[in-house]
């Protein structure tokens, strides 16, 4: 009588666990990449949230703050030269849209690009 083996070969497992480690590297990789991106969309809420109702409110006020609060956060990346603040009538918008190259291997990067936009009423 013959018996059938049961099972996955080597090659098998080869095939199976490459993709997996390729994703779960970039993964890794691109976790402190959103960890920052995280940090920033903050700093701009509450610096639109804090400033709620501030008749005095002008660009070189908002950007202090959001410089203030990058200093607290420890953020490096994008500068503050990089948020946009402009004026829609009564209200102000912060904005802050930039990408985020992210190296692999021999290569091959990560582009993210990121979006967060903040209203001052």
Do not use: C, H
């Not at 400033?51 to 002008?58: L, T």
């Amino acid at each position: 009588m013959r018996t059938r083996q049961a099972g996955i070969t080597f090659i098998g497992w080869v095939i199976l666990l490459v993709p997996v480690a390729i994703i779960a590297y970039a993964v890794i990789r691109l976790t402190p990449v959103y960890l920052n991106y995280m940090k920033v969309a903050k700093a701009i809420t509450q610096t639109a949230s804090d400033n709620v109702g501030d008749a005095q409110i002008n660009v070189v006020a908002i950007r202090k703050e959001l410089q203030r609060r990058y200093d607290i956060e420890g953020i490096t990346f994008p500068s503050v030269d990089v948020i946009t603040v402009q004026r829609d009538g009564d209200t102000w918008t912060l904005e802050a849209n930039y990408e985020d190259e992210v190296p692999m291997f021999a290569g091959i990067s990560l582009l993210v690009k990121f979006d967060k936009r903040a209203v001052v009423e």
